[in-house]
Each structure stands twice: as structure tokens, then as C-alpha cells.
């Protein structure tokens, strides 16, 4: 029984590469498509319909309880212990019994933060949210909280004083950058286009070079329509052979219209005989054939087994492209299993100029036109 030997098969770069260019327009299609769909989502939301919101800023001065002032360093009250401050209980309770805001402790919370600059002693508070005005007032309230209440709680610190206030919120200036956004979607959508079509050309059993079905499947291949030793190949492999079945593996394919395409391109070879079998009918009888005959393909009349028996030799056409390899390991075990044994094959619809690129590169000129 036949095996076959994809994992064998060596991996072809140049192949990969070819197939990667032709499927270039691909690419950037993709690519700009993924360009408009993420980054435009992204300017959509940030600048189009971007929520505007307004920041009321505070800042004090610290009086710590040490010494001396080089000891300030030694009391941990940083950013994160300022942010954790305006986040308890203790703190939103005492703004919300100052000011009716109609907050509740949740949206207060993500209104308040607090930054710390390089200086210890010098604390800020921001106080952010879609009304100014409001604002405003939650600041002015919080300046109250941080210079009466809050120092009583903790023992680090003496006292605290307002150094700016807060009689303002301008409007927040947000940090959206469309053209970074852009720039990342379009590399982002390319890097994943490119590795889910190398994933599809590494896992698929597509065939486009004539030299695929001998190293896969071990069939002697005369090449495709348009390869110049077609009819020297035909005329080798089939030699002293009265007649030659010619059938197809895939189903769409018309084994008549392949006949008559080998007899126009190699009328010295392929001498045609019409029969019924020619004329893509299943065979009704077993009568001996001579010459070059068409047979319907033995996956969707398995009767025609019986005619490729008695040929001398068999030419089985593969359409080139993607899932054919699938269906000339079905075709060719089941004419195995019949004891109907292949000559050659012969590969169709072949892009001639993948084929070209691959065996035969553009060489380099100089400038006098020399290569």
C-alpha cells in the first residue's frame, strides 16, 4: 500500500516566498483593512467622541514630625500612600458629609487621585470629572478635608497647609496620538496576515509545482501545458504504448477537453481516438481501445476502472492548488486498490509564472545589458 511522505518533505523557501509575493495584493488589502478598522475605531473613540473632562488641581505643604528636616526621607508617606488616603472610607465619608455631589463612593474614588513630586513635603490633588464646576467644589472641599481633618488620623504628620488652590478646572488635555495608533494597527494587522497565510501555505496540501507530485506521491510528471519538453516528455514516457488512457483527479475537470488540449499541443504524440469513454460517459463495455483516450475521472465513475486496466498507459491530470494533494492520495490509492497503475501525470491550470520564478529567476544585468 502507498504512503505518503509530507513530513519528508523537505521545507521550500523559495516556494514559500514566491507564494508570499503572489498573494502580495493580499496582504495589503488586509493591512489596510485592519489600518481603518482598528485605528479608526481607536480615533473614533478618543477624538471624535471623546468624553471632555475638566481637572481641579490642589497643592500643600507637609509638616512632618521629625527632627530635623534631612529625616523627612525616613517617613514612607509616598504617591501610593497619598492615592490609598483618598480611597478610604474615612476620607470619602468626610468629603460626602461636606458637599452634595451626588456621587457615589465608587465614581468619587475614580475622581480623586493625588501625585507626589520630587519634594516629600509638597503633595498634589487632582479632583477630575465631565462638570467644572464640580470640580471646584469637591477641590475646595478636599482642601478642608486635607487641612482640618486628615492630619489628626496620622501620626507622621504635624500639620498640613494649602499652598495653591484649586479656583479653576481647566479642561484635560488627553494624550491621544492617531498616528502612533495608525502606525501600530497597520504593523500589527501585516505581522498577522503574513503568519496566518505562511500557517495556510505550510499546512496546506496544495500543489503548484509539477515537481511536488514526484517528490510526494513518487508519479513521473511530463510537466504542464505550457512547459516546452511536454511533448518530448509525452513522447518518452509513453513510448511503444497503443493506447493511453487520460483521466482526471479532480471532479470539475473534463478529461475530453484535456485531450483535446494534448493533441493540439503535441499532435505528433498524442494520436486521439473518440469513443464513448471520449465523450465523458462512464464505459459500458471493455472493448480494446488504440490511441490517446479520455476517461471519466474513477471518483465519480469507478466503472472507468475497468477501461484504465486494460490501457497501456494511464496520464492523470491534477489541477494545481490548494487541497489537491488530498484528492491525488484518494485518486491514486484507489487506482492502486484496482491495480491500475499510472504512467505519469500531468499537472493543469498551473501558474506558468510561480513556475518561471522558481526554476528560472531573473538574473542581474549591468548596465551594458549583460548578465
Not at 73 to 93: E, H, K, M, P, R
Not at 176 to 202: D, N, T, Y
Request: glycine content about 6%; hydrophobic content about 40%.
Amino acid at each position: 500500500m502507498w504512503e505518503g511522505s509530507y513530513g519528508k518533505e523537505p521545507f521550500d523557501l523559495r516556494l514559500t516566498v514566491l507564494r508570499m509575493v503572489r498573494q502580495l495584493h493580499v496582504i495589503i488589502g488586509c493591512t489596510l483593512a485592519g489600518t481603518i478598522l482598528f485605528g479608526g475605531g481607536y480615533y473614533l473613540k478618543n477624538v471624535l467622541q471623546a468624553e471632555k473632562l475638566y481637572c481641579a488641581e490642589s497643592t500643600y505643604h507637609v509638616e512632618y514630625d521629625v527632627e530635623e528636616e534631612k529625616d523627612v526621607g525616613t517617613v514612607y508617606i509616598n504617591a501610593v500612600t497619598w492615592n490609598t488616603y483618598l480611597d478610604s472610607d474615612t476620607f470619602l465619608d468626610a468629603i460626602q458629609e461636606r458637599v452634595q455631589t451626588g456621587m457615589t463612593k465608587s465614581e468619587l474614588t475614580e475622581a480623586l487621585s493625588a501625585v507626589l513630586a520630587s519634594d516629600l513635603r509638597v503633595p498634589s490633588t487632582k479632583v477630575t470629572t465631565d462638570d467644572p464646576e464640580l470640580c471646584v467644589r469637591i477641590a475646595q472641599v478636599l482642601e478642608q478635608v486635607m487641612t482640618d481633618v486628615f492630619p489628626e488620623g496620622i501620626p507622621e504628620i504635624r500639620s498640613i497647609s494649602v499652598i495653591d488652590s484649586a479656583t479653576d478646572a481647566p479642561m484635560v488635555e488627553m494624550d491621544v496620538r492617531p498616528g502612533r495608533a495608525f502606525a501600530l494597527s497597520a504593523v500589527l494587522s501585516c505581522f498577522f496576515v503574513v503568519v496566518i497565510l505562511l500557517l495556510k501555505e505550510l499546512g496546506d496540501d496544495s500543489i503548484w509545482l509539477p515537481a511536488a507530485i514526484g517528490k510526494r506521491y513518487g508519479l513521473k510528471t511530463a510537466g504542464t501545458f505550457e512547459s516546452p519538453v511536454l511533448e518530448e516528455n509525452l513522447r518518452y514516457l509513453f513510448e511503444g504504448m497503443r493506447n493511453v488512457a487520460v483521466c482526471a483527479v479532480q471532479q470539475d475537470m473534463n478529461p475530453a477537453q484535456l485531450l483535446e488540449e494534448l493533441q493540439r499541443r503535441c499532435p505528433e504524440v498524442v494520436q486521439k481516438q473518440y469513443s464513448e469513454a471520449a465523450r465523458g460517459q462512464c464505459p459500458e463495455n471493455e472493448e480494446k481501445r488504440s490511441g490517446w483516450f479520455a476517461v471519466p475521472s474513477p471518483v465519480i465513475c469507478p466503472e472507468s476502472c475497468r477501461v484504465l486496466r486494460e490501457a497501456d498507459g494511464i496520464l492523470l491530470a491534477v489541477k494545481a492548488g490548494s487541497h489537491a494533494g488530498k484528492q491525488l492520495e484518494y485518486t491514486k490509492e484507489f487506482l492502486e486498490q484496482q491495480n491500475c497503475k499510472i504512467t505519469a501525470s500531468i499537472l493543469c491550470n498551473a501558474d506558468e509564472r510561480l513556475i518561471r520564478s522558481y526554476y528560472f529567476p531573473e538574473r542581474k544585468r549591468d548596465k551594458g545589458g549583460r548578465t
